[in-house]
C-alpha cells in the first residue's frame, strides 16, 4: 500500500531546520545507490552545532584482520548520534575506542581538542548485558561510582543525587532490593540510574535495550529521552533497531559491512521532544524504508565475505 503524506496541518512535528528558513529535502529513492568508499549525506543539517568529540581517521586490526577502516566522525554536544549496521561488523570496536576502552591502530578520538588516552568520567558506558553488582542492593549500586576517585562526593551529596535517581527511574519501592529481586527492565533501568549518576558529559549505549520485550523497550526508550532532556547528555548509541534509531537520534550513522567504514550519515527530520505520534508520521516510514534497504544491502556484503572464494 502507497503511503501518502497527510495534509500539512496534520503533522504533529516539523522536520529541524537551520535558523534561516529554507525549502524542504526531498528524501532519497528508496533504492540505495552502490557504495563508493565515501560517506554520503542525506536530508537538512543537524541543529547541534558544537561538536565536542572528534573521530578522526580511526583504523584498527586484529591479527592482521581490520576491524574498522579510515573512519571519522564528529559528535555534537547534546545529540544522540546512533550506529547502525550489520552485526559483527565493528559499531562495538568503535564504540570502545571512543571509551578509551581500546587503542586504535592508527588515528584519534578527540574530545575537546585534546586526545583520549584512555576511560575517563565524562563517559559513561551502559551495555545490554545488566551492568549492576549482585552483591549490592540497588541503592548500592547507584551510589558505587559516587565512592569513586575520579567521582568523589561527599556522604550527603552521594545520598542526595541516589535519592533522586531513585525516584527519576520509578526504582524508590526497591531501593533495598538486590538486582536478582527485579524484572529486567528494572535491572536496566538500575545500569542507567548507575550511569547517569556520575553525572557523565558523554552516554556510550551498546544495545541497551535490546534484551527487553518491545513494551519495556518503549517505555525505556521514552525514560532516556525524559533523562537526556532534563540532563543535556550526549548520547553515541549502537542498536540494530532502525526504529529505535529514528525515535532516538538526531543523526544515524549507517555503517558497511566488516571492516566499519562510514556508508552515509542521516540526519533525522524530526524535532525534541519526540512523541510515540512521530512514529506515524509518513516521513517516519519513508526513513525506516531507506535505511532497512542500506543495512540489508550491507548484511548483503557481509554474507559474500563469508563464502570462500572458490564457491563464488
Known amino acids: 500500500m502507497e503511503l501518502k503524506p497527510p495534509p500539512v496541518r496534520q503533522l504533529p512535528l516539523e522536520p529541524l531546520r537551520p535558523a534561516e528558513a529554507q525549502p524542504p529535502v526531498p528524501m532519497p529513492s528508496p533504492a540505495p545507490a552502490a557504495f563508493t568508499g565515501a560517506p554520503r549525506r542525506h536530508a537538512p543539517a543537524a541543529t547541534f552545532p558544537i561538536e565536542r568529540m572528534t573521530v578522526e581517521d580511526v583504523s584498527i586490526a586484529y591479527a592482521q584482520k581490520v576491524a574498522v577502516d579510515h573512519v571519522s566522525l564528529p559528535i555534537r554536544k547534546g545529540e544522540v548520534l546512533a550506529l547502525i549496521g550489520p552485526s559483527g561488523c565493528g559499531k562495538t570496536t568503535l564504540l570502545n575506542i571512543v571509551g578509551g576502552f581500546v587503542k586504535p591502530t592508527r588515528g584519534q578520538v578527540l574530545l575537546d581538542h585534546e586526545p583520549v588516552k584512555g576511560p575517563g568520567p565524562d563517559r559513561g558506558v551502559i551495555f545490554q548485558e ?74 556510550l549505549m551498546d544495545e541497551p535495550f535490546g534484551a527487553l520485550d518491545a513494551q519495556t523497550r518503549t517505555a525505556m526508550q521514552d525514560l532516556l529521552l525524559h533523562v537526556l532532556a532534563s540532563e543535556g547528555k ?30 552515509t550519515i542521516i540526519d533525522v527530520p524530526f524535532s525534541y521532544p519526540r512523541q510515540e505520534s512521530v512514529h506515524e508520521d509518513y516521513r517516519f516510514a519513508e526513513l525506516r524504508a531507506r535505511i532497512r534497504a542500506l543495512v540489508m544491502e550491507e548484511y548483503e556484503a557481509q554474507a559474500r565475505q563469508a563464502v570462500p572464494v572458490a564457491a563464488r
Open 130 to 203: 545488566y551492568g549492576v553488582f549482585p552483591w549490592l542492593t540497588v541503592r548500592g549500586n547507584i551510589e558505587f561510582g559516587l565512592g569513586l576517585r575520579a567521582n568523589g562526593r561527599h556522604a550527603g551529596q552521594r545520598a542526595e543525587i541516589v535519592e533522586r535517581y531513585l525516584a527519576l527511574m520509578g526504582l524508590k519501592d526497591f531501593a533495598d532490593h538486590h538486582p536478582k529481586h527485579l524484572s529486567g527492565g528494572m535491572r536496566q533501568r538500575l545500569a542507567l540510574a548507575r550511569a547517569y549518576a556520575v553525572q557523565p558529559e558523554f552516554l
Open 234 to 263: 550526549t548520547v553515541l548509541l549502537v542498536t540494530h533497531s532502525v526504529d529505535e534509531a529514528i525515535y532516538l537520534s538526531s543523526r544515524i550513522v549507517v555503517v558497511t559491512a566488516r571492516p566499519a567504514r562510514v556508508r
